[in-house]
């Protein structure tokens, strides 16, 4: 029998599906049920110390090979998201807690506020693209960068996973700067900078011009990143970017992943279809091709 289920931070996952931060992710409701169609672990939607209002609308669009958006990190606070992560730990969820900070002093309170709570893992977002003071920051200051992973590390007590931008050419830079800090993994990756533009309207779909692109448009670019970090770090990385299917699934854990995130594919179909259907396909994937475990699975691509 394929055993699905993997280790991520010390921790025994019943398989390698984690929910993506920001879809779904408000809610202890909203997690809880992804949860229960089957995936292993939710990352929150990104909070903030206090409430962060995001941006303008309009702040999404779909484009048909994937979504723009720019909600811009629209979060209710630390103290409400809090409320919604002891629901979830209640109902013996594992919970990655997605945060962000526009300075140092603030991920060090978010990261004490959640000293208390036994979470999987805290994501530290440093790489949203339609957010100047989180995207742009932290990861284009690599010493900046290192401090904000030890601050939230020593802050918080828990595995710091560091959620990182859509770029391979500097993909390396960065990870060796977060893992000099103590980062404990990855998520790769983020959103990529793009934009649309409305040409009866004459002027860009999205109110802030730019968002994040997400979904099967971003997959060839994620794979990527994550086939380049899995050659330089021995820490897990959770692969990230249009994972709809099993086959894509599957091409993450090949190329180096250890998880998979799944986001914009919840804006097309219900968790409770999809969840199941890509469980089964991997499990036929790797009866077919003699894997008794992920863990044989992770990297493999790169060992030809
Ligand atoms: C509407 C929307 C909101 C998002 N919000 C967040 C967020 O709050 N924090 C974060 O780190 N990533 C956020 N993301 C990025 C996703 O977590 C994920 O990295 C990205 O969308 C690629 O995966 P996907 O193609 O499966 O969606 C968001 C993506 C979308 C589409």
């Known amino acids: 029998m394929a055993q699905l289920s993997v ?23 909203g997690m809880l049920r992804v949860f229960r169609s089957g995936i292993a672990a939710v990352t929150t939607k990104s909070f903030s110390l206090n409430a962060w209002h995001g941006n303008p609308n309009p702040v999404v669009a779909d484009l048909g090979f994937g979504l723009l958006n720019a909600v811009g990190l629209a979060n209710p606070g630390a103290q409400h998201m809090i409320r919604e992560i002891t629901t979830l730990l209640r109902n013996r969820v594992p919970v990655i807690a997605s945060i962000f900070g526009t300075s140092l002093e603030e991920l060090e309170v978010v990261g004490r506020l959640l000293r208390r709570l ?18 742009g920051t932290f990861v ?31 993909i390396i830079e960065m990870a060796e700067a977060a893992e000099d800090g103590g980062a404990a993994g990855f998520t790769a990756t983020n959103t990529i900078a793009a934009t649309d533009i409305d040409v009866e ?3 860009p779909v999205l ?41 894509d699934a599957v091409k993450f854990i090949l190329s180096g992943a250890r998880c998979v995130g799944i986001g914009t594919a919840f804006s097309k179909e219900q968790p409770e279809q999809l969840v199941p259907r890509i469980l089964s396909g991997i499990r036929s994937y790797m009866r077919r091709h003699g894997y008794g475990s992920i863990e044989e699975m992770i990297g493999a691509a790169h060992k030809r």
């Open 7 to 29: 280790t991520l931070v010390g921790r025994r996952l019943r398989n390698p599906l984690v929910l993506a931060a920001g879809i779904l992710g408000l809610s202890a409701d």
């Open 118 to 135: 036994p979470l999987l893992a805290v994501e530290l977002n440093v790489s949203c693209p339609h957010v100047k003071e989180v995207g």
């Open 140 to 170: 284009t200051n690599y010493d900046l960068l290192r401090k904000a992973v030890r601050v939230v590390a020593r802050a918080s007590g828990k595995p710091v996973i560091v959620k990182l931008p859509a770029e391979p050419s500097r």
């Open 201 to 203: 309207l004459v002027r």
């Open 207 to 247: 109110s802030v011009t730019y968002g994040g692109m997400s979904g099967p448009a971003l997959r060839p670019i994620a794979l990527a990143c994550v086939y380049t970090l899995y050659e330089v770090t021995e820490k897990p990385i959770i692969g990230c970017g249009g994972v709809e299917s099993w086959v």
